[in-house]
């Protein structure tokens, strides 16, 4: 007797597509509606203004040599006429990491309270990270169809699990002296989350955060498969017609983007270690107040 798992999630995605069009109708509008907005709003940006809020704000969160590369990087991304393909891709790793970060943060917080969720969920990101990315297109396309709303989805569940792993372990890393200082001071378990567990983690949380943008900018190139767009389509036509300049044209604007914005973001995580409330580093100066 043998059990076929391949029938079974046929049968799945069958019954899905059956009884559920119109919530994947829904979610497909919602998503939609962000994407097309996130693309129409980058792409009205013309290159010259662009450049230059990407110089200034790696002026201000990095340094003035970041800015320059910046600027220059980006100055050569417009040479080769694939502005208007990184703002598209730009636009779907801009969605698809605030819909990580709007499901991913939730989770992430549920299993650093409680270890029996953290026992469901572990196993459900092992096999979200262990997946060929490549399967993830099918049932996107399946419920989705083709174009940036499928290839944002994929992206989304390919790039979710950093910002979930490393939300839970920065709550779970928080010094004890500070939850006792907070729990001294009489916070509410929202007070002590919000005011105590969440600045103390934010750089384990913004090194998710990073992790995620970095996976969902290799994820949006493979969704190119599907009609996602953006430099995706550049490297995937240099693949067809075995054109090793196109190919590696849009190669390098991702690396441009990918650099980019790493670095950014990591500055935010670095100054994330200062982020503590007065009544924290009140106690901190008074031991004696940390006990309950």
């Excluded at 200034?56 to 969160?61: E, F, G």
């Excluded at 729990?183 to 105590?196: D, R, Y």
């Amino acid at each position: 007797m043998s059990f076929d798992i391949g029938d079974g999630i046929d049968s799945a995605v069958n019954y899905i597509l059956d009884n559920f069009s119109p919530a994947l109708d829904l979610t497909a509008a919602s998503i939609g509606f962000v994407t097309t907005g996130l693309q129409s709003g980058l792409l009205a940006i013309p290159m010259p203004v662009g450049i230059a809020i990407f110089a200034l704000l790696a002026l201000w969160r990095v340094s003035f040599g970041f800015a320059v590369f910046a600027s220059l990087s980006l100055a050569l991304v417009g040479q080769m006429g694939l502005w208007a393909a990184m703002m598209e891709t730009l636009s779907l790793v801009i969605a698809s990491t605030v819909i990580a970060m709007i499901v991913g943060l939730p989770l992430g917080v549920a299993m650093a309270r409680r270890d029996s969720v953290a026992a469901v969920i572990r196993p459900a990101l092992d096999l979200m990270q262990t997946m060929p990315a490549f399967v993830y297109l099918i049932p996107a396309a399946m419920f989705f169809g083709l174009g940036a709303v499928p290839g944002t989805i994929a992206t989304v569940i390919f790039s979710m699990p950093p910002v979930v792993r490393l939300t839970n372990l920065g709550i779970r890393q928080v010094d004890l002296e500070f939850v006792e200082a907070g729990n001294a001071f009489g916070c509410t378990p929202t007070q002590l989350l919000l005011k105590v567990q969440l600045p103390n983690a934010m750089p384990s949380i913004m090194a998710g955060i990073n992790q995620t943008i970095m996976l969902s900018l290799s994820m949006v190139v493979i969704a190119s498969m599907i009609g996602a767009g953006g430099l995706g389509n550049t490297v995937l036509t240099g693949i067809q017609r075995l054109d090793v300049g196109t190919g590696f044209e849009g190669g390098l604007a991702v690396v441009i983007l990918a650099v980019i914005l790493d670095r950014l973001t990591q500055s935010l995580g670095k100054k994330g270690a200062t982020w503590r409330l007065p009544f924290v580093k009140l106690a901190m100066r008074h031991p004696e107040a940390k006990t309950v």
